[in-house]
DNA sequence: GCCAACGTTGGC
DNA sequence: GCCAACGTTGGC
């Protein structure tokens, strides 16, 4: 199976807040960088699976798995004004910024660590890893994802 | 908190 | 359309 793989700062929204949200999910927002939100604009579709990925934070890594429940619409927080990703720029006729829903689907027995990840040839063209890479939401392929399920 | 690497902006 | 300056990301 392939998938995608979401990265997110675990004091906003972590794998664990996102099992809390139950079967209701939630918003997957803030994206804003171009070539990310193409991808969730335009390759992101329901049922899709997502591995989340902690950054900034204490134990960095992959966390566990989600599953896609909306596809792309407009990201609401581009216009609420007392939101930190508020776009002054973006209007409702032609919002710049995308959004996607997500559903908890399973929490890792750990969080596999990106040395690890780092360490394994097989993901070694995984972006995540990749030198500089930025990307916020990237694809993930089917050996990739074998490859990391294996870790857990 | 530091800083390398990247993306975006804006003057020309 | 170039590119320097600036802002942001994100691991350490």
Redesign the pocket.
């Known amino acids: 199976m392939s998938g995608w793989l979401f990265?997110t700062?675990p004091e906003e929204l972590s794998i664990e807040t996102l099992a809390r949200r139950g079967a209701k999910g939630a918003v997957w927002e803030?994206v804003?960088?171009?070539?990310a939100r193409n991808m969730l604009r335009d390759q992101v579709k329901v049922d899709d699976r997502v591995l989340i990925?902690?950054?900034?934070?204490k134990l960095?890594g992959i966390a566990g798995i989600a599953r896609v429940i909306k596809a792309a619409y407009p990201d609401p927080s581009q216009f609420d004004a007392k939101s930190i990703y508020f776009d002054a720029?973006s209007t409702r006729e032609k919002p710049r910024w995308i959004a996607v829903d997500v559903v908890h689907e399973q929490t890792f027995k750990r969080i596999i660590?990106?040395?690890e990840l780092?360490d394994n040839p097989a993901l070694a063209e995984l972006p995540?890893v990749?030198?500089?890479?930025?990307?916020?939401v990237m694809p993930v392929t089917t050996a990739q994802w074998k490859t990391i399920l294996k870790m857990e």
Do not use: D, F, T, V
């Open positions: 990265k700062e803030g804003r960088n171009y070539q990925y902690h950054s900034s934070c960095i720029a660590p990106l040395a780092r995540l990749q030198r500089g890479s930025r990307l916020s």
